[in-house]
């Protein structure tokens, strides 16, 4: 018995993994009673040969139930529980939604309201089209799919979540796959329940290498900001090779002779909305904010400088990521560079012309979202690289909230073996071609004994290279425009993603669940200073000042109250002046908030020559 309860443990713990549904456990329970009955009238003492047909057979079995009850693919519900409590009904420009309730009725959520036509036959690879009316009232609790990009499975993105976020539940309510499909082109929309008119507005991209991502993760959802009187949209957009694809023939049949930026357009179609409806959901309309991290944060950059987007939104909230460099180090290319990626799609799918690649199936296409999903200067949306738009003067943004984390690229080199025999080779690979000279220059900046040192130091220059450096780029481009710019250094470490890339997302966006053991009651602290800085920031322009001209922090977990700090004056946050120098967030004892030298400081001179950078 000892091999079936192996095998039922090893299956149970895949069939969890997998999200199967409820009755496969109850199906391997019955399968595994079967077995021992059998074994005990029919099996012991009938031959070894039985024995060995017995097993095999169980072993069948189990393995049958695993693939009988796999999850179904469902759409991710907007609210908690069983049944959805419906919120009031809003109603927009293209016909009226109606939202759940979430919070204790303290907020209203809309999800999977259409913003563009299903980007899909005929409108793949075209610049998005606005949605069409519908005339029944829209049941917006449920998001929408998320767009197609590569799928490792509900296995690998649970192993993800444990051996990465160091966080799993389980859950009876997650036993499916959430959908996903190349119609995508939905927002959401979070707001304070009740009337309300003029409440600042966060519109959200959301990250994932251009590749991947969904606008409803719990990390960055709109629930605590909205509770909080902010209302936040995020939305969904072209992602891979769908929203990034650049094709000679697509440019000439595009009225815009455009190509290569459909996800860009989709989120300018999407700001478009926010500024056209979200007066009806109590938002103001002349007071946006546009957020983004990691490639959302990038998309943010772009749009900064993108002349489609004038006039869409007010700020911006970039975090871990910029295209502001001379060359930005990932999620962007020069046309020329698009145009010949674009052409290896033909090859790789034998299709013959844009309508027979139209015709290629989703599925087929999106493996190839590696290759092709970079933002490029496309003429239309992007007439030139933002930094030299910055440059001239040319923005869109008129304050700049952003930062980035202390192990920024930890989850991105997390099983490399670097050396001190190898790191200079190592270094090379990740330079811009040509430049394998300045390695050297860079590693001669560090004093390396052992392996471990010399991993940090590796891990230390990524983090520079690919994401403090643009910031950096950023913060003088601004300075030299005279405008005002708060940069971040976040180095708080937990029981989770610490000061990984993305560990920021929780703190800021005032999600860290009350229950988690993960957080402690530092980290929900720190978590409510960021997030009155952000609330703030989307009211005023100024992180330390809010609407009503407090400089409180907003007790967002009720634990200051338990501390007996419900008046915690909220630490003030300074602009940038040194560009040298980002104020960090960090629990300890040095206090939460303290301006400190740049800590990646030292590379950003080579940095400057390796890439050109010129005020």
């Known amino acids: 018995m000892l091999y079936v309860i192996i095998v039922s443990v090893i299956l149970a713990a895949l069939m969890e993994l997998n999200k199967n549904i409820l009755p496969g456990f109850i199906l391997l329970v019955i399968v595994d009673i079967a077995f021992g009955i059998l074994r005990r009238r029919v099996i012991v003492g009938n031959g070894r040969l039985i024995l060995l047909t017995g097993y095999a057979a169980f072993t069948f079995c189990a393995i ?12 991710v519900p907007a609210y908690n529980g069983s049944k959805p409590e419906y919120s009031s009904v809003v109603e927009t420009d293209k016909g009226k939604v109606q939202g759940v309730y979430a919070r204790n009725g303290k907020v209203e959520i809309f999800a999977g309201i259409p913003y563009a036509k299903p980007p899909v036959g005929k409108l793949r690879w075209k610049e998005p089209v606005e949605a069409d009316p519908w005339k029944d009232v829209l049941k917006a609790d449920h998001f929408a799919p998320m767009s197609m990009q590569p799928s490792n499975g509900n296995i690998y993105n649970s192993l993800a979540q444990i051996i990465g976020y160091h966080d799993y539940t389980v859950s009876l309510e997650d036993n499916y796959t959430p959908a996903m499909s190349e119609d995508s082109l939905y927002l959401n929309v979070w707001k304070p329940a009740g009337e309300g008119t003029k409440r600042p507005v966060i519109v959200y991209i959301h990250g994932g290498s251009l590749q991947t991502g969904q606008p409803w993760y719990d990390d960055y959802a709109g629930t605590t900001l909205a509770e909080n009187g902010v209302v936040v949209v995020n939305m969904a957009y072209r992602l891979g090779v769908f ?8 440019k000439e049949e595009s009225v815009n002779k455009t190509t290569g930026n459909y996800g860009l357009l989709d989120q300018i179609m999407a700001l478009e909305w926010v500024k056209k409806n979200i007066a009806a959901f109590g938002g103001d309309p002349c007071n946006i904010t546009l957020a983004g991290e990691s490639a959302g944060s990038a998309c943010v950059s772009a749009l900064c400088t993108s002349p489609l987007a004038k006039d869409l939104f007010k700020r911006v909230i970039m975090e871990s990521s910029t295209v502001s460099a001379p060359a930005p180090a990932h999620s962007f290319r020069l046309f020329d560079e698009a145009i010949e990626t674009g052409k290896e799609l033909y090859e790789k799918t034998g299709a013959k012309n844009i309508e027979e690649l139209r015709r290629v199936s989703a599925e087929k296409i999106v493996s190839f979202a590696a290759e092709d999903h970079h933002i490029t200067i496309d003429g239309y949306v992007l007439p030139e690289t933002p930094y030299e738009a910055y440059k001239k003067g040319n923005h869109n943004e008129k304050a700049i909230l952003m930062g980035y984390n202390k192990k920024e690229s930890a989850p991105f080199a997390l099983f490399l073996k670097i050396k001190k025999g190898n790191i200079r080779d190592k270094l090379v690979g990740v330079l811009p071609d040509g430049k394998e000279e300045y390695a050297d220059k860079i590693l001669a900046l560090f004093d390396i004994n052992t392996d471990e040192e010399v991993e940090k130091v590796y891990k230390d220059i990524l983090s520079a290279l690919w994401f403090s450096y643009g ?19 976040f180095a708080e470490e937990n029981g989770r993603l610490g000061s990984w890339h993305s560990g920021e997302e929780v703190y800021c966006y005032g999600n860290i669940p009350k229950a988690s053991g993960l957080y402690d009651r530092n980290d929900r602290k720190l978590s409510a200073i960021m997030f009155t800085y952000w609330k703030n920031f989307a009211e005023t322009g100024d992180p330390n000042r809010s609407v009503s001209g407090e400089n409180t922090v907003v007790d967002i977990y009720g634990s200051l109250k338990q501390s007996g700090e419900e008046n915690l ?9 040194d560009v040298k120098r980002v104020t960090r967030f960090e629990t300890g004892s040095t206090g939460f908030v303290r301006e400190i030298q740049d800590p990646f400081s030292k590379l950003y001179t080579i940095f400057d020559e390796m890439y050109g950078f010129g005020e």
Request: aromatic share 14%.
């Open 64 to 75: 049958l139930v695993f693939f009988m009850t796999r999850p179904p693919v469902k759409l």
């Open 243 to 250: 929203g990034f694809h650049a094709d000679e023939a697509l």
């Open 471 to 489: 910031h950096h780029c950023l913060a003088r481009q601004a300075k030299k425009a005279h405008e005002t710019c708060y940069e971040y250094f």
């Open 569 to 577: 004056e909220l630490p003030v946050w300074a602009p940038v002046t």
